[in-house]
């Protein structure tokens, strides 16, 4: 389960303080020296019982005359760092609504990632901000032994069942941390500093089916995966040999399985495309694909 750090410390620093200092020192949660002093600023910044408040206000009061400042901001999360602050960091705020909730009850648990049991593919540190916290069911998994495709067993292992309490901080270590998630009791909000890299989004995150212990699908579907969608759907030639080059050679198993996905979508004969699919070197493409030519098999013809 995440590991919890029992960071004490009574002063406070602001938004603008934290960012300078981790963009001095940087983040690398692998790194315990880095990671400890990551959850020092949390800690402090967490110390500030009004500096959000503070600046909901702030952003609030603008109304239109300037929308830009809100440009990261949505129904649950609130970017802390600007855009572009540091290549290895960025600070956000979560809020997370209770059953009570308008917003809860208006766009279902699942807009807000309750109920929906994943892992991540960064590491980030979490502080419990505001109110009782959400709850979590924590298992553990190992990365390295999964490939990805839906229905593979994953090896879960359960570890228990907590919430983040006001004041707790907790290191959620990538490709390795499993929780579903339950609406906090109280309308709750948590502070992050989240691990960023350039090769993230290549590096995928699972969704689970926790009482068959199995992987049901891929989190992280970026932007080329679409594009690689649409360009083949527009119908050149161009497109559709590029989807069989990525299909068979590209480095990523995701990309891989959006271009095979691609191409069985215009064809006449999506079996075919399939069953060349399955030759292509990837187990999870392999996987993928069997069970769509499985698919295809029960649609009734005619």
Known sequence: MPRVIDYAN???????????????????PTDEESLQHAAGLLRRLGND???????????LSKGTRDDEGMASYGPQVIMLSPAGAAPDFFLRANIWPSPD???MRASGASTFV??????????????????????????????????GWRGEPADLRFAERTRLEEGKIMHYRAHRDIHAQHAADALSVSINVV?????????????????????????NNGASEAFVRIAVGLGSEEAKDLAWR??????????RLAAWSALASISIDPDTVWKEAERAGSRLVAAEARACRRELEAIPVG
């Not at 691990?195 to 989190?219: C, E, K, N, P």
């Open 49 to 59: 019982r009004t500096f959000l408040g503070d600046l909901l206000v702030e952003e």
């Open 246 to 255: 990525f299909g068979k050679a590209h480095p990523s198993d995701r990309m």
């Open 114 to 147: 309750y109920g929906v049991p994943h892992d991540h593919n960064f590491d980030f540190l979490t502080l419990g901000y505001f109110g009782p916290g959400y709850w979590s069911d924590y298992y553990e998994y190992d990365y390295a032994s999964v490939e």
């Open 195 to 219: 691990h960023a890299g350039s090769a993230q989004g290549w590096l995928d995150q699972y969704r689970f089916d926790l009482g068959a212990g199995r992987v049901t699908g891929i989190l």
């Open 10 to 28: 009574d002063t406070t620093a602001s938004v603008a303080e934290c960012v300078d200092e981790l963009r001095a020192r940087g983040f690398e």
């Open 101 to 103: 909730e308008h917003a």
